[in-house]
C-alpha cells in the first residue's frame, strides 16, 4: 500500500512524486519530491468497511427518492479489480455481503408493504441489460440461458424519445409481484453476464450491467399515477493494456470498455464545463456511446445520483486511482435539476367526464320534458306570442 495517503470521513489527500506515473515505484525509493493532491467526496470508505454501511450512506437515501415518485441511479466506477461488482452485487456465500442492489430491491418492498392499503396500488417491473462491445444486450431473456455460442435474440438498441428521454426497444419488461421474483431475476441476470479471468481480477466483467425497476403508483382517491425508475449500474473497469498484458479476445473486451469509459468521461466533462460557465450552452456528446446514451437522464437530467468511486492503493495502481479521484469529483460538482414523476389518469379523469355529460344531459332533457316552449308566430308583419 502506498504510504503517502491519508483518508478521513470526507476527504482523500495523495502525495505522488513529481514525475510521470509510470515511474512512481521507483521514484519511491530516490525519495522524490511529492505534488500533494485532495479530493473532497460526500463519504469516504476504508477497506474495513461493511456493505451495510455503504448502503446506508450512499444508497438509501436514493431508494427512498425513488418510493417518493423521484428516479434515482447508483453507479459504480473504477479501475478493474477494485471493488465495484462486489458493491453493487455483493457475495452470494454471505446474507451480509449483500450488496447495493439487493439490499435495495428489499428496502423497496419492506415499504411497499408498509404503505399498501385500499386506495393505492403498486406495480413493480424489473429489466437487466448488460452492454458488450458496444452493444445491447437482455440478459433476462430466456434464450440466454440456453448458453448458445451465437446469441439467437435480437440485440437491445437505445434511441431518443420526442422529449429527450431513452426509448429502449427489445428490452423485456418482467413484473415482479414480490421480492422473491425480483431476487431471482437479479441473480438470473447477473449468471448470464459476460466475465472472464484477467491478470488484474479473477472474475472481471467484461461488459456494463445496468439492472432497472420500474415503480407506478396509482392512487384512487385523486386519479394520479406517480412513475419512477432506478438504475443500479455496475461499470466494466478500465483497463490498462500495456499493464495487464491482455490479448486475443479480451484485448478487444478491453478497448470497447476503455473507448465507453471515454466517452462517459467526455460528457462529464461538458457538464462541468457548461455549470462552470452559465452564460454558453455547450453540446454534450450523449450520443457518442451506448453507454452514455443510457445514463442521459442519470448524468445531468431529472434523478437523484450518486457515484461510488472504488480505487486500490498499492503502488503500481496510483495512475489509475488518481484519474478515478479527478473523474469523480467532476460528478460531483455537476448539478441535476429533479422533479417528482406525478401525472393524472387520463383514463379515470375521461370516465369521469364522460359520466358528468351523461347526468347533464339527463337534467336538460328533463327540464324540456317539463316546460312547454311557446313558439313565435307572424300575424299581417306583426308577432303575436301564443
Given amino acids: 500500500m502506498w504510504e503517502n495517503f491519508e483518508a478521513s470521513d470526507t476527504n482523500v489527500h495523495l502525495s505522488l512524486p513529481d514525475a510521470q506515473c509510470s515511474s512512481l515505484a521507483s521514484q519511491r525509493q530516490k525519495k522524490s519530491s511529492f505534488v500533494k493532491h485532495t479530493f473532497a467526496f460526500s463519504h469516504v470508505f476504508d477497506h474495513t468497511v461493511q456493505q451495510e454501511d455503504i448502503f446506508d450512506k450512499a444508497a438509501k437515501g436514493i431508494v427512498q427518492g425513488f418510493l417518493d415518485g423521484f428516479n434515482g441511479t447508483i453507479f459504480a466506477y473504477g479501475q478493474t479489480g477494485s471493488g465495484k461488482t462486489h458493491t453493487v452485487d455483493g457475495s452470494a456465500h454471505r446474507f451480509g455481503d449483500r450488496g447495493l442492489t439487493p439490499r435495495a430491491i428489499s428496502m423497496i418492498y419492506q415499504d ?4 399498501s392499503s385500499a386506495q393505492l396500488e403498486f406495480l413493480v417491473h ?11 444486450y437482455d440478459l433476462l431473456t430466456r434464450a440466454r ?14 434511441t431518443e424519445g420526442g422529449h429527450g428521454e431513452c426509448v429502449f426497444r427489445n428490452l423485456s419488461l418482467h413484473q415482479a409481484a414480490s421480492e422473491e421474483v425480483a431476487q431471482a431475476l437479479l441473480f438470473h441476470g447477473q449468471a448470464n453476464r459476460k466475465v472472464a479471468e484477467t491478470s488484474m481480477n479473477a472474475q472481471s466483467s467484461r461488459s456494463h ?3 432497472s425497476i420500474q415503480l407506478t403508483t396509482k392512487s384512487k382517491t385523486n386519479n394520479t399515477i406517480v412513475r419512477s425508475k432506478l438504475h443500479l449500474v455496475d461499470l466494466a473497469g478500465s483497463e490498462r493494456v500495456a499493464k495487464t498484458g491482455t490479448q486475443g479476445r479480451h484485448l478487444v473486451e478491453a478497448k470497447y470498455i476503455n473507448l465507453s469509459l471515454h466517452h462517459l468521461e467526455g460528457v462529464i466533462i461538458a457538464l462541468h464545463t457548461e455549470g462552470s460557465n452559465s452564460t454558453t450552452s455547450k453540446h454534450v456528446p450523449y450520443r457518442n456511446s451506448l453507454l452514455t446514451m443510457v445514463l442521459r437522464d442519470s ?4 434523478c437523484h445520483t450518486a457515484m461510488i468511486a472504488t480505487i486500490s492503493m498499492e503502488a503500481e495502481n496510483l495512475a489509475e486511482t488518481l484519474s478515478t479521484c479527478r473523474f469523480a469529483q467532476r460528478v460531483a460538482c455537476i448539478t441535476n435539476v429533479v422533479r417528482k414523476n406525478e401525472e393524472i389518469n387520463d383514463k379515470v379523469t375521461i370516465q369521469r367526464l364522460r359520466h358528468r355529460i351523461s347526468e347533464l344531459e339527463a337534467e336538460v332533457s328533463g327540464l324540456k320534458s317539463n ?5 313565435p308566430v307572424l300575424t299581417n308583419d306583426i308577432l303575436f306570442m301564443m
Fill in 112 to 115: 411497499l408493504e408498509k404503505r
Fill in 126 to 136: 424489473v429489466s437487466h441489460m448488460e452492454i458488450y462491445q458496444e452493444s445491447g
Fill in 145 to 158: 440461458s440456453c448458453h448458445l455460442t451465437v446469441t439467437p435474440f435480437p440485440k437491445v438498441t437505445v
Fill in 209 to 211: 450491467s445496468v439492472f
Fill in 299 to 302: 448524468i445531468g437530467g431529472n
Fill in 371 to 375: 316546460h312547454t316552449v311557446s313558439k
